[in-house]
């Protein structure tokens, strides 16, 4: 499909990183977009970012978009499609609400023509990791538009529903755990010594680095670590310090806790 014009329900953090990445790749231009978002102080961060972006009621903008992007809460995700219930005929419709199923987007919508997206916010920057999967509505040219769209802004792959929460624990949260890692290496860093600017230059670089070689080489991240791990030596002290405070255990059942989480959201509703 060519989608003319998207609409895009809820202007906030994911919304801005999701958008911002596919306008910044000329996926869909920014004049393509009509927002819905009743935030005054979100509606002009729009206004400063994207000025060609338009703004319209929930129920204007489904109705002059051929497809919808819903970037809100799951708490209010449902009653927002309820609102204008009428409104979704025929239109493809993507969410990206944590733990909410497609049988419950369908119900609402009154079609299967929906997907559900986990993305993440390096999506601003075209690296994100996208994980999606399709209501029986929705075509393989629906698909591969979809699959596009993600993959404008980073890496984006086709599951099962069974394993979205699971992509939330991974990927979707992913980068909150990444960022406490470099902030705890670079604190480390001023621990023994060097300038915060500087500590914080060089963990980012080297998460950076390290991400970088693995997704190039493919080879595995064991590997890679064994290959530095000199006998007696200053990284296999390291990674003996890691391993007695759990560091495998607590990103493990960060994971899980995320996941497991994410599925009690769609449950609770």
């Not at 911002?20 to 920014?30: D, K, L, M, P, T």
């Not at 920057?125 to 209501?135: D, F, I, M, N, T």
Request: proline share 4%; aromatic share 2%; hydrophobic share 45%.
């Amino acid at each position: 499909m060519s989608v003319q014009k998207l609409a895009v329900i809820g202007g906030g953090q994911m919304g801005r990183a999701l958008v911002g990445g596919i306008v910044a790749s000329e996926g869909i231009s920014a004049a393509q977009i009509v927002l819905v978002e009743p935030d005054a102080a979100s509606r002009q961060w729009w206004t400063d970012n994207h000025p060609s972006v338009s703004f319209a009621e929930l129920a204007s903008a489904i109705a002059e978009c051929d497809a919808a992007l819903l970037a809100v809460k799951p708490n209010i995700l449902l009653e927002v499609i309820d609102e204008v219930r009428s409104a979704w005929e025929d239109k493809l419709v993507i969410s990206i609400a944590a733990g909410i199923s497609l049988d419950d987007l369908s119900h609402g919508l009154g079609h299967s023509k929906v997907a559900r997206v986990m993305p993440n916010t390096p999506s601003l920057v075209r690296q994100g990791a996208s994980g999606y999967c399709c209501g029986s509505d929705v075509s393989a040219e629906d698909r591969t538009w979809i699959q596009s769209v993600l993959e404008s802004v980073g890496l984006a792959v086709e599951v099962a529903e069974t394993q979205m929460d699971a992509v939330t624990g991974l990927s979707g949260s992913g980068p909150a755990y990444v960022c406490i890692i470099i902030e705890a290496l670079a604190d480390g860093g001023v621990l023994a010594g060097l300038p915060r600017p500087l500590a914080l230059k060089l963990a980012t670089q080297t998460v950076l680095g390290t991400a970088t070689m693995i997704a190039e080489t493919q080879r595995h991240p064991g590997e890679l670590k064994d290959a530095v791990a000199s006998p007696g030596g200053t990284t296999i002290e390291a990674i003996s310090v890691l391993e007695q405070n759990g560091i495998r255990g607590a990103l493990i059942e960060a994971v899980a806790a995320s996941a497991e989480r994410s599925q009690e959201m769609g449950e609770d509703d």
